[in-house]
């Protein structure tokens, strides 16, 4: 068979599969690295992607194109760190959605240089090996934004939150949930809101589960129509009822997906 016609048949296949695909003979290795296969796969934005990508890795091609597509997508397959390390993108192997990932380092948190509120834990449990948690506070307001140019699409935004205070014991991770407190009584607010307008409002009872565990808390959706302009996000988590005061939470990270994903191992709570 052809190259040309293998090629045209690896663009119906998920990137995974054309990799097991290219395996059988010569023929089918040629196409499986064919830039005409691999472009269709290829986020509309790759080229602002793979210049953010090369800036991290201090390489002088920002632009792509002296790589192939094929390679420009397996580097973006790859974690780039950004925002001097305090937030991270990357696409999804299988059909090359972009998600984000904020470190809490990059909010603004009330509170969070008073050591009698709040200390900065070391773990691997997260993206960034440090999560903030929370001793105990009156007012809880957690801010963040990002200005990024995302591909055309759908997209959700969650808070990664842990009830209990982790720690390691005999190599394995437990949590400490001695100082959890006051989350029961109200409500907590997740706000989200976009430069063209959008805006989404969710709130969350938080409960400690039986397990302890990181928790993913969907704030909302919204929809990024041209992948040439950049959109300006606003995100933000409030317990600001100062009748009571509340404690013992581990805030790591805003994750923002491709609308309907969901990774593997993950406790998503929804409204």
């Known amino acids: 068979m052809p190259e040309s016609c293998v090629a045209a048949v ?6 995974p599969e054309i990799c097991q695909v290219a ?7 040629g196409a499986a690295s064919a830039d005409c296969v691999w472009a269709v796969k290829l986020p509309a934005n790759y080229r ?4 953010l990508a090369a800036a991290a890795d201090d ?4 632009d792509g ?6 390679e420009i997508y397996a580097r973006l397959c790859r974690p780039t760190l950004f925002d001097t390390g305090r937030k991270e993108f990357w696409i999804l192997k299988n059909k090359g959605g972009l998600c984000i990932s904020i470190s809490s380092k990059a909010m603004t948190i009330t509170g969070i240089d008073d050591r009698r509120y709040w200390s900065h834990l070391a773990t691997d449990e997260s993206r ?3 999560v903030a948690y929370l001793q105990q506070i009156w007012w809880l307001e957690v801010d963040g934004e990002l200005e990024f140019c995302f591909p055309s ?7 990664h939150l842990h009830l209990g205070r982790p720690y390691r014991r005999m190599g394995r991770w437990l949590c400490a949930t001695e100082h959890v407190h006051g989350w029961d009584v109200t409500p907590t607010r997740f706000q989200l809101s976009t430069s063209d307008e959008q805006q989404a409002t969710s709130e969350y009872s938080l409960h400690l589960h039986e397990q302890g565990g990181w928790k993913l808390y969907h704030v909302g ?3 990024v129509p041209n992948s040439d302009e950049p959109m300006k996000l606003k995100f933000s988590m409030m317990q600001i009822d100062c009748t009571h005061t509340k404690g013992g939470l581990c805030v790591d990270s805003v994750f923002i997906y491709p609308k309907g994903y969901k990774p593997e191992k993950a406790n998503i709570v929804c409204m």
Do not use: M, Q
């Open 10 to 15: 690896l663009l119906y296949l998920d990137p």
């Open 23 to 29: 395996r059988l003979n010569r023929a089918f290795h």
């Open 48 to 51: 602002y992607l793979a210049a």
């Open 59 to 62: 390489e002088g091609r920002g």
């Open 65 to 70: 194109d002296e790589a192939t597509k094929k």
């Open 128 to 130: 960034f090996h440090s």
């Open 153 to 159: 699409g759908s997209y959700s935004l969650f808070f």
């Open 221 to 223: 959706d919204f929809v």
